[in-house]
């Protein structure tokens, strides 16, 4: 005789403890879940909603400085410390986790017009208006010791920007000229220039570092090779390009931001064209710089507002600004892909999440698994109209709604026009080929007639 009986495991509904949740068994047969999806868009949608309810981008402002911020630099080997260069010359090192400086300097007389920090992080150096490149020690003096560089190389010109070699004791200034230069050396190895322009800025790439880019006065963006000596190509843009950032994991793609407020995502292979054109910004682009994910990066611009775009795509998914905040000079991107830091004209330099409704902290097992469920629907039904209209709404200051409203009235005029145009073309065209073909019908006539009389 058989029997038929019942077996379950304790331990597929049984607690270990009293604290842990109670075990529900579930069949995950999709005939037995008919409304899953309505569920599941219902959640999506709770979910974008919740997003733009906790968006709280801004986390802190560091104010110090006693003239605009012109240039920033973060600490290679630190995630807590970056420098911060301003108008009237002064540098200073700030503690990002307390918030507040810890070092202030009086570097050069006149702007800071760059800097950049040794790839060991032992030191960094800066260039201002009294044509000066110093290095400067990232520990502060000792007690009675004064505040001095370690060198200071005089120049013969201005110089404007400066970066340092990611592996090797070289790093790059431009002013008239690229210069290469060995830190134990006073003149420069090698002196790089293709134009006569001045030039606004000189990047190394971080992953091929022989090569490095520069962006010239003169619409032109250059790129060299170190070990040749010599500029490899170039590529003229319609208006000037204030300066360059160089993907992080992908060695040929950089990103230009230009004055014509848009900025260009170029392969350095094929710069016949660009890759990619990021528009939004309504006046020019000053600065960029890509997260160390080379998935996105971060801009900065005249209009008064930071934006963050992905970099396969031609509009920014987020736009940061603040009632206080002024033109925007310069703009990083933290280490640890979290945090962006801006300084503007005003005088300070903000600190923003990278993700505006992301919570900061520590996460319980739950809120990660719940935080990662929501996300998944998210772009389950990115596409659904509801959804993608509050995921994309974003609230804007008048000046430039008005500014975005404007430019929009001005693109459709200008397409309406070249339709005409092409229209008008065609006609034009089709006309004339019309009056063509009958000359030379009439013609073809003509000539059959002659022969059938002649030969009759």
Known sequence: MRVKVLSR??????????????????????????????????????????????????????????????????????????????????????????RQCIRALQAHEGFVRGMCARFCGTSFFTVGDDKTVKQWKMESPGYGEEEEPIHTILGKTVYTGIDHHWKDAVFATCGQQVDIWDEQRTSPMCSLTWGFDSISSVKFNPIETYLLGSCASDRNIVLYDMRQSTPLKKVILNMRTNTLCWNPMEAFIFTAANEDYNLYTFDMRFLTSPV??????????????????????????????????????????????????????????????????????????????????????????????????????????????????????????????????????????RRRKYVFLFLLCFIFVFVLTKCITTVLWQQCMEVCERTSMSYF
């Open 9 to 98: 495991n304790p331990d597929d509904y049984v607690r270990e403890t009293k604290l842990d949740l109670q075990r529900v068994p579930r069949n995950y047969d999709p005939a037995l879940h008919p409304f899953e999806v309505a569920r599941e868009y219902t959640r999506a949608l709770n979910a974008t909603k919740l997003e733009r309810v906790f968006a709280k981008p801004f986390l802190s402002s560091l104010d110090g400085h006693r003239d605009g911020v012109n240039c920033m630099a973060k600490h290679p080997k630190s995630l807590s410390t970056v420098l911060s260069g301003a108008c009237d010359g002064e540098v200073r090192i700030w503690n990002l986790t307390k």
């Open 276 to 413: 990619m054109v990021h528009m939004d910004h309504v006046s020019a682009v000053l600065d960029v710089d890509y997260s160390p994910t080379g998935k996105e990066f971060v801009s900065a611009s005249f209009d008064k507002s930071v934006r963050i775009f992905p970099v396969d795509k031609g509009h920014s998914r987020e736009v940061y600004h603040t009632k206080r905040m002024q033109h925007v000079i310069t703009v990083k991107w933290t280490s640890d892909s979290k945090y962006i830091l801006c300084g503007s004209d005003e005088m300070n330099i903000r600190l923003w999440k990278a993700n505006a409704s992301e919570k900061l902290g520590v996460l319980a097992p739950r809120e990660k698994a719940a935080m990662n469920y929501n996300q998944k629907l998210k772009e389950k039904f990115q596409h659904h109209p509801q959804i993608k209209r509050i995921a994309r709404h974003r609230h804007l200051p008048k000046s430039i709604y008005c500014q975005i409203k404007e430019q929009r009235i001005m693109r459709e005029a």
